[in-house]
T-cell receptor, first 112, second 112 residues
Framework: DAGVIQSPRHEVTEMGQEVTLRCKPI?????LFWYRQTMMRGLELLIY????????DSGMPEDRFSAKMPNASFSTLKIQPSEPRDSAVYFCASNRGGIEAFFGQGTRLTVV | GQQVMQIPQYQHVQEGEDFTTYCNSS?????IQWYKQRPGGHPVFLIQ?????EVKKQKRLTFQFGEAKKNSSLHITATQTTDVGTYFC????????????FGTGTSLTVIP
């Protein structure tokens, strides 16, 4: 298995632009997580899907952030409009049955 | 939300010295996982502890889950330069679903 696949690996965008991050979980995994990592705040859980349904989105910073999982093999995290404080590494992770989470390589987002 | 704190935030050790990081949760956990993140990399699962007072070993690494299931520790004996990275604990609370809340992490530097 190729593992959790995220794209793009790096994204540089101007403030105010829309940014879409993509994730393909490991086949057969029924849970998907989006995390944001910064030096100041560490690894923050943004949203968690189970069987494609959003279960807990209490970590989503504000209405500018939205996440979807249209099917078991694809999820997106969208930021519109983006702001410099959104600059971070965004990780997608998946697992099955509450056991170990497998992380993707991450997307390093820079908003200038 | 759930608070998972780790101490210390940073630790520098001479190669060959021991290292310990401590994880404390504000709530009782159903289980706890430990992850390692190398510089520039993504978190990689190390182990999961489920039972109160459980102790598990992986070569030079010893993991412990507290009796009250609110704290945990990771001890590395005789550190090596390959141990460099940030160690995270991640807790899962009963009845809250499959999501894990990551601790603040301990960054380990090993001086050759």
């Amino acid at each position: 298995d190729a593992g959790v696949i995220q794209s793009p690996r790096h994204e540089v965008t101007e403030m105010g632009q829309e940014v879409t991050l993509r994730c393909k979980p490991i086949s057969g995994h029924n849970s998907l997580f989006w995390y944001r990592q910064t030096m100041m705040r560490g690894l923050e859980l943004l949203i968690y899907f189970n069987n494609n349904v959003p279960i807990d989105d209490s970590g989503m910073p504000e209405d500018r952030f939205s996440a979807k999982m249209p099917n078991a093999s694809f999820s997106t995290l969208k930021i519109q409009p983006s702001e410099p404080r959104d600059s971070a590494v965004y990780f997608c992770a998946s697992n099955r049955g509450g056991i170990e989470a497998f992380f993707g390589q991450g997307t390093r987002l820079t908003v200038v | 939300g759930q608070q998972v704190m780790q101490i210390p935030q940073y630790q520098h050790v001479q190669e060959g010295e021991d290292f310990t990081t401590y994880c404390n949760s504000s709530t009782t956990l159903s289980n706890i996982q430990w992850y390692k993140q190398r510089p520039g990399g993504h978190p990689v699962f190390l182990i999961q502890l489920v039972k109160s007072g459980e102790v598990k070993k992986q070569k030079r690494l010893t993991f412990q889950f507290g009796e009250a299931k609110k704290n945990s520790s990771l001890h590395i004996t005789a550190t090596q330069t390959t141990d460099v990275g940030t160690y995270f604990c991640a807790g899962q609370s009963p009845g809250t679903g499959n999501q894990f809340y990551f601790g603040t992490g301990t960054s380990l530097t090993v001086i050759p």
